[in-house]
């Protein structure tokens, strides 16, 4: 049974105040907070079995070698991969990007073509903005509707036998729209073109499944979804895998070396160069552990709840827009207050202890097709309550008191 | 004034002041009063870089003494410029220099000198010491 008081009792930042009053944290969709459970495996990895994996003969190097594979597991499980070597820890989402882009610098030619979509993240931006310049391939984009959803009719025209890589958002960041990433991935598949999702909004609101969606890559970071930061994964088929080549040397990824030539590891680790962050990827595993006892079931309805109160109350506030009115989308919020700033909206709620984000939220093309210099963004977790939307609510009242 | 003395009667003016909200809502009125820039001056040039809300800052020299203007899109980062802007407007080039900002920490905006601030508060003040030093350099 979902009891949102009993799982507030697991996330001790919670129990916080800033500025003197109760933390309101509505900026998940930047980083979500972590519950003890998780603490709790990171302090015991440090205090009990510290060392480094894959080498070492004695038992604490073995124990934290099968600590660390077994979170491999546990996240293959979780997005339903065919074989846990198709699960790359990386330090997150960018770092997962970049390493496929990297890779495909050696397959695209020039005139081959990319297609991203108007909603993406910097970090979905600019990496293939990088790639076309070594390559010589042409970045296309989907445009957006008014609604802040992707215009299907358009990426049908810009898909072509040129077409060789799709890479799409699964759920902005900024807007918190849910693409139609079914339909993106299936006319991708009916040109020979490799689709990569950007997952790291999605998966802390649902759960998905590689092998149902059919897609050659999916990323997620692991500080989305209540586990550390600078932890990440990378899911790509098993043949996009052993096609790409290394994106680091060193240790770790090689089978033998000398001089002449090294010959690279197996999967996964020709992609894990170097000592990984092994303490954050056991957590990752815990924090999809504790996600799953949750249930996203019951997550998803929660927070659609939260979604639906939030959208109604401040909707009430005169002069308040929210921009992304998808019908399909998670629990985020991106508003303004006619004739105020965002800065200065959030600036005045962090005063009040509630966290938001302000700004462009790193999809600066959002903005400007808006024709603004950014939202505030509130963003919900399935630990927050409708008191504390209650809070944001008074709180932008008040702000827009001040400022107008 | 010596901008010590301006610095001072600017901790005292906000002494004043029982919580942030009427520190805050003094900012505003300050951010709503100024007009602080010309128009021919709001230009891309004269953007810093860094800064969540856009922030437009124009300096001249007359009588050997430096004057600024500068203008927002937000209105809280108005109204830091224009407690700046009294403090280190009509001083001497060397003086703005030899300055510190303490003043900043203790009328109660510390948090708006941290790096990660997105008003950009420390770009403002390092543009101003940087024309400071530029104008310093050409009386030399």
Known sequence: ?404 | MSINDIQNEIIDEFSMFEDWEERYQYMIDLGKDLPLIEDQFKTDSNIIKGCQSKVWVHAELKDDKIFFTADSDAIITKGIIAILIRVFSNQRPKDIIESNTDFIEKIGLKEHLSPTRANGLVSMIKQLKMYAIAYQTQLN
């Not at chain 1, 009891?3 to 105040?17: A, C, G, Y």
């Open chain 1, 1 to 404: 049974m979902f009891n949102v008081e009993d799982i507030r009792k697991d996330f001790p930042i919670l129990s916080r105040q800033v500025n003197g009053k109760p933390l309101v944290y509505f900026d998940n969709a930047a980083t979500s907070q972590t519950p003890q459970q998780v603490i709790d495996v990171i302090v015991d990895y440090y205090s009990n079995y510290n060392a480094n994996i894959h080498r070492g003969v004695h038992a604490l190097s073995q124990e934290a070698t099968d600590k660390y594979e077994q979170a491999r597991h546990i996240i293959q499980k979780h997005f339903n991969a065919r074989f846990a070597h198709e699960i790359i820890f990386t330090s997150g989402t960018t770092h997962s990007i970049n390493l496929v882009a990297n890779g495909f610098s050696s397959i695209l030619n020039k005139g081959d073509e990319i297609i991203v979509s108007a909603l993406e993240h910097h970090s979905n931006i600019v990496p293939w903005q990088m790639l076309c310049e070594r390559t010589g391939a042409i970045l296309k984009v989907i445009p957006m509707n008014q609604e802040g959803e992707l215009i299907m009719s358009e990426y049908d025209k810009l898909i072509s036998n040129n077409t060789k890589l799709v890479f799409v958002n699964h759920i902005s960041n900024a807007l918190g729209t849910i693409n139609p990433i079914e339909y993106i991935i299936e006319k991708a598949h009916q040109v020979g073109a490799a689709v990569l999702i950007d997952g790291a909004q999605a998966c802390p609101h649902l759960k998905p499944d590689v092998q149902a969606l059919d897609v050659d890559f999916y990323v997620a970071s692991a500080h989305k979804m209540c586990g550390p930061t600078g932890e990440g994964m990378l899911y790509g088929k098993e043949a996009w895998l052993k096609k790409l080549p290394p994106y680091q040397g060193g240790g770790e990824m090689i089978a033998e070396v000398t001089f002449e030539k090294t010959t690279y590891a197996e999967l996964p680790h020709k992609f894990e160069a170097g000592t990984p962050n092994i303490c954050g990827g056991i957590a990752f595993g815990a924090a999809i552990d504790y996600m799953n006892a949750i249930g996203f079931d019951a997550i998803s309805k929660y927070e659609h709840e939260l979604l639906e109160y939030a959208t109604q109350k401040l909707l009430e506030i005169e002069g308040l827009k929210i921009y992304g009115t998808s019908k399909n989308k998670t629990s985020v919020i991106s508003f303004n207050l006619k004739g105020i700033h965002p800065y200065d909206v959030g600036t005045i709620l962090d005063k009040m202890g509630i966290a938001v984000r302000t700004g462009h939220h790193c999809a600066q093309p959002i903005m400007d097709y808006y024709k603004i210099p950014g939202t505030v963004r509130a963003s919900f977790a399935f630990y927050n309550t409708k008191t504390e939307i209650d809070s944001l609510v008074a709180a932008v009242k008040k702000a827009r008191l001040m400022l107008s």
